[in-house]
């Protein structure tokens, strides 16, 4: 087997960006994958805005304007790989976005911003403005693994965007992989490390477990806070 580094596949980045696979590492790691499974497999990325100003604010003229947002840059046609995200008609995200300069916006991003289906958005560092071509609900995307969009809101770009941010180079900072067989995802998980070992992974077995834990934790408090309620009820009954 032919040995794998890290030359031209992996782009150092800084403390706040991290690391990033270049086009080269995709295409290398899709081209393993296609030989492990036959072309059975499927890959998919998330671009990272590692610009200075790229990316983190959207506004729309005469409307308003959020200065900090989450921004989600995605292969529009394929993501996701499992369950679907929709407009509240049930329109895909794959048809939502059809052109480098569409965006879509979560829900709570649209009611700050009262913006519409058909509204012109500017996008910090983008040479072009965009068309609003679709709302998702927030809970689409937001949730214990994306707080921030929770939080202030997020939007979608199809990676064709990222020509439009001229500080922007194209790669992933996240690398999706839906194989054929899921009970080989832990195999499959060690041997990706073992060919490529400056990959990190976390599989659907260890994000099942997290789960786990979290709703463990989450009944746990639970249970402790009606248990506080009840004492606090008996002492005011006292």
Do not use: C, H
Not at 6 to 27: H, S, V, W
Not at 168 to 177: H, L, M, P, Q, S
Not at 191 to 213: A, G, H, K, W, Y
């Amino acid at each position: 087997r032919q040995e794998t580094n890290e030359e031209g596949l992996i782009e150092a980045g800084d403390e706040f960006t991290g690391n990033k696979f270049t086009l080269e590492g995709i295409e290398a790691i899709r081209r393993w994958l296609d030989d492990e499974f036959a072309g059975e497999a499927a890959l998919t990325y998330r671009q990272p805005m590692d610009g200075l100003v790229s990316g983190i604010s959207v506004s729309i003229p005469e409307k308003g304007n959020k200065p900090f947002v989450e921004n989600i840059i995605i292969e529009a046609d394929v993501y996701p790989f499992y369950g679907r995200i929709t407009d509240d008609d049930g329109t895909p995200l794959s048809e939502m976005i059809n052109a480098p300069t569409d965006i879509v916006f979560s829900q709570n991003l649209a009611e700050e911003l009262g913006a519409e289906v058909g509204d012109t958005v500017q996008v910090s560092g983008a040479s072009e403005n965009f068309t609003l071509t679709g709302i998702v609900p927030t809970s689409a995307e937001a949730g214990f693994e994306n707080i921030i969009g929770a939080l202030l809101g997020y939007y979608y770009l199809d990676v064709s965007a990222i020509e439009l941010f001229p500080d922007v180079d194209a790669g992933a900072n996240t690398i999706y992989v839906q194989i054929p067989n899921p009970d080989q995802v832990d195999e499959i998980a060690d041997e990706l490390r073992e060919e490529f070992p400056f990959v990190s992974t976390t599989t659907t077995t260890v994000i099942r477990d997290q789960n786990s834990q979290v709703s463990d934790a989450v009944n746990q408090l639970v249970v402790v806070m009606g248990l506080v309620s009840l004492l606090i009820g008996g002492i005011g009954s006292v």
